[in-house]
């Protein structure tokens, strides 16, 4: 698996795990948005949620993964046509504003379920309690865990929207550097 990146493509471990936190992203909504329809007290919501924890986790470790792994793969591809400065600058804010949102999302819901003491463990293993119990600061963390989560939907779609236009309309190859299989024109 090629790590550094080209001057036309992302590498493919650059790609596969952009596409790998889509699907993680993916699976942790799926799990609370399938979790609304199920019974309360029910083994499968129960279970939807320990796996939203489990994905939550997964998705905090697999960003700091990718932050290595995009400063050690080298300068990104270069787009072409190039793009003017307003759009290189809102590109850079939204891949900032879309780390922001995988760091800090899992660790709120990880502080909000210490505040409310409700232990979190990965596969059998407790891990440790970020805060003491505190019911308040529970409930604060879990309406600004929620909010980010749907900050979160925006994110994702106007990042997708911007690919597609950037493919579509402007015609350069920003999307085509991310695309699995693909060969930057």
Same mark, same amino acid.
């Given at each position: 698996m090629r790590v550094k990146n080209s001057g036309t493509r992302y590498s493919s471990c650059v790609i596969g795990l952009h596409w790998l936190m889509l699907l993680l992203l993916m699976a942790i *909504?799926?799990?609370?948005?399938?979790?609304?329809?199920? &019974?309360?007290?029910s083994a499968l919501r129960a279970n939807l949620k320990t796996l939203h924890f489990l994905l939550g986790l997964g998705i905090l470790a697999l960003v700091v993964v990718r932050l290595g792994v995009r400063w050690g793969a080298g300068a990104a591809p270069t787009?072409? &046509?190039r793009m003017g400065w307003w759009a290189?600058?809102?590109?850079r804010l939204m891949h900032y504003a879309l780390y922001a949102f995988m760091i800090a999302t899992p660790i709120l819901g990880w502080l909000a379920l210490s505040a409310a003491a409700k232990p979190v463990d990965l596969f059998g293993l407790p891990l440790p309690m970020l805060v003491g119990a505190n019911e308040a600061l529970s409930r604060q +963390?879990?309406?600004?865990?929620?909010?980010?989560?749907?900050?979160? *939907?925006?994110?994702i779609g106007l990042h997708a929207a911007a690919a597609l236009l950037?493919? *579509? +309309?402007? !015609?350069? @190859?920003?999307l085509l550097r991310m695309l699995p299989g693909? @060969?930057? !024109?």
């Open positions: *909504y799926a799990c609370m948005e399938v979790r609304d329809f199920v &019974p309360k007290g787009i072409e &046509p290189a600058w809102s590109a +963390l879990k309406d600004i865990h929620e909010a980010l989560t749907t900050a979160g *939907y925006v994110l950037h493919h *579509y +309309l402007i !015609r350069d @190859n920003t693909s @060969n930057a !024109r």
